[in-house]
């Protein structure tokens, strides 16, 4: 399975971001996608992640603000960010499950400025 993602990018606080990852290269069907985030010096840490069937949850650092989604018959999940903030700024990650393995994509760098 590969992940590719798309969006990131350079916004000012309180701006909008639409974060993509389309998964590919899929034998047994994805189950959980999720967002995570890596700021510099930081753990990786969960943004968001959604079911199959569509059940989100959020961390609270984003709850309110971001909103994860995905269409199963393109394979892929969308991050809606809005009212980004400087403590937004991170590399984000997509990730996926197909049976009981997990994979990544290679990051996308979202850049919030004051």
């Known amino acids: 399975v590969q992940l590719v993602e798309s969006g990131g990018g350079l916004v000012q606080v309180g701006g909008s971001l639409r974060l993509s990852c389309a998964a590919s290269g899929i034998t047994f069907g994805i189950n959980a996608m999720a967002w995570y985030r890596q700021a510099p010096g930081k753990q990786r840490d969960l943004v968001a992640r959604?079911?199959?069937?569509?059940?989100?949850d959020y961390a609270d650092s984003v709850k309110g603000r971001f909103t994860i989604s995905r269409d199963n018959a393109k394979n892929t999940v969308y991050l809606q960010m809005n009212s980004l903030k400087p403590d937004d700024t991170a590399v984000y990650y997509c990730?996926?499950?197909?049976?009981?393995?997990?994979?990544w994509g290679q990051g996308t760098q979202v850049t919030v400025s004051a």
């Open positions: 959604i079911s199959r069937g569509g059940s989100a």
């Open positions: 990730n996926a499950y197909e049976l009981l393995s997990a994979y």
